[in-house]
Nanobody, 125 residues
Framework: EVQLQASGGGLVQAGGSLRLSCAASGFTFDDYAIGWFRQAPGKDLKGVSAISASDGSTYYADSVKGRFAISSDNAKNTVYLQINNLKPEDTAVYYC??????????????????WGQGTQVTVSS
């Protein structure tokens, strides 16, 4: 059974940091890319970052470059998203997703086959 377990969200003050984790199981992790998406209340799902477990290549949305850092621990089948200098506009439910191979468009939800349940990030001003 494929599972993606996102965790690490919480309530933080602006300027703080969080590290989100996405633990994967039930598929060959090294063959997949893992993406992080977020959905703010009343807004569409947006891709923020992705990493290829096979070659380590990464993607960041322009809005998060310099503040977000994605990494992968293939031995643990886990991808991390370090979020620094959190802003109120980062408030959203964050989801991780897995897509086979190297997504042509890492921010496109259609490129991903499996999804986790989401973890809430709330940033107070």
């Amino acid at each position: 059974e494929v599972q993606l377990q996102a965790s690490g969200g919480g309530l933080v003050q602006a300027g703080g940091s969080l590290r989100l984790s996405c633990a994967a199981s039930g598929f060959t992790f090294d063959d997949y890319a893992i993406g992080w998406f977020r959905q703010a209340p009343g807004k569409d799902l947006k891709g923020v970052s992705a990493i290829s477990a096979s070659d380590g290549s990464t993607y960041y949305a322009d809005s998060v470059k310099g503040r977000f850092a994605i990494s992968s621990d293939n031995a643990k089948n886990t991808v991390y998203l370090q979020i620094n200098n959190l802003k109120p506009e980062d408030t959203a439910v964050y989801y991780c997703a897995a897509g086979l191979g190297l997504p042509r468009s890492p921010s496109d939800p259609e490129e991903y086959d499996y999804w986790g349940q989401g973890t809430q990030v709330t940033v107070s001003s």
